[in-house]
């Protein structure tokens, strides 16, 4: 009896052994900040962090109706809520589909030939999406900005990005 459980408790180690307790890869920090352009709140955009460390993992969040996003990491196929402790660079985006006036919404339900497969001709074109932030800002190299997660809770000022309307972008990413 003694010498079955001692098979036993072997077999439930080398189990235990064999799956893993915890994590596996870089442990990721909670990472949570604010994004406004032109100083008001700035909802619906993506905000990135790109590894300055090319071995680096990226992390993403999405900014709420307050600006607020809060990053997340895929590592191994699995989602983790946070980022990998390191410098990286921080980019944003946000565009829209250009929205049909009520005129036009009223002409294509009229129309009697909406729906139908016109000849490749007349075919409309795919919708023209309009970047609600300067296109500078979805570039590392011409963000301008960059951030540092550190172990730990990442939140306050180092973490909050306004962003202007008018943005060129720079040559190189912010120091």
Do not use: W
Not at 60 to 77: E, P, R, Y
Request: glycine share 12%; charged share 20%; aromatic share 8%.
């Amino acid at each position: 009896m003694y010498r079955l459980r001692i098979h036993c408790a072997g077999a439930v180690a080398m189990v235990v052994g064999l799956v893993g307790c915890g994590q596996q890869g870089p442990k990721v920090n909670y990472v949570e900040g604010v994004v406004t352009l032109d100083g008001s709140p700035l909802e619906g955009a993506t905000v990135g962090f790109s590894p300055v460390d090319p071995k680096g993992l990226a992390a993403v969040g999405m900014t709420d109706a307050n600006g607020v996003f809060k990053l997340s990491t895929v590592q191994g196929g699995k989602h983790e809520a946070g980022a990998v402790a390191g410098e990286y660079y921080v980019t944003f985006d946000k565009s829209a589909v250009p929205v049909k006036s009520p005129e036009e919404l009223e002409r294509q339900r009229t129309d009697p030939n909406y729906g139908k497969t016109p000849p490749s001709s007349q075919r409309p074109t795919a919708p023209v999406y309009k970047s609600i932030v300067p296109p500078a800002y979805k570039s590392p190299t011409t963000s301008g900005f960059r951030a540092t997660v550190k172990p730990g809770k990442n939140t306050g000022d180092e973490f909050k990005f306004d962003l202007k309307s008018d943005y060129k972008g720079v040559a190189k990413p912010a120091r």
